[in-house]
């Protein structure tokens, strides 16, 4: 999934003055730093001129290596309280 969406930000010309945000799932722990396809993403957004006014992600399926065994790790997630925050998010986001 990762390499399409980084495909997909490459047919984007420019992103000259655009607000945007970032809005994922993850099984990647984002601790003790930044997954490195965030990085990347929010590096290739501001190098196409973007601004981007928030981050918001949270625990999703880890299906990758030795996570596939049992069918995947954090299957619970995201769950109701990943989805309170994500309209929190989205509502912060239509204040500004």
């Known amino acids: 999934m990762f390499k399409n969406v980084h495909l997909f930000w490459q047919l ?4 000259s003055g655009k607000n ?4 994922y799932t993850s099984g ?3 601790f003790p730093a930044r997954p490195p396809f965030e990085t ?3 590096d290739q957004l ?3 001129g973007a ?3 928030d981050i918001f992600s ?4 880890e299906t990758v290596g030795p ?12 769950d109701e309280i990943d989805f309170y925050n994500a309209r929190d998010f989205a509502k912060s986001l239509i204040s500004i």
């Open 46 to 48: 501001t190098e196409k």
């Open 12 to 15: 984007f010309p420019t992103l």
């Open 40 to 42: 990347t993403l929010t």
């Open 51 to 53: 601004q981007i006014l």
């Open 67 to 78: 996570f596939k065994i049992g069918g995947g790790k954090d299957k619970s997630h995201p």
């Open 20 to 23: 945007t945000f970032v809005f």
């Open 58 to 61: 949270c625990r999703g399926l």
């Open 28 to 30: 990647f722990s984002k």
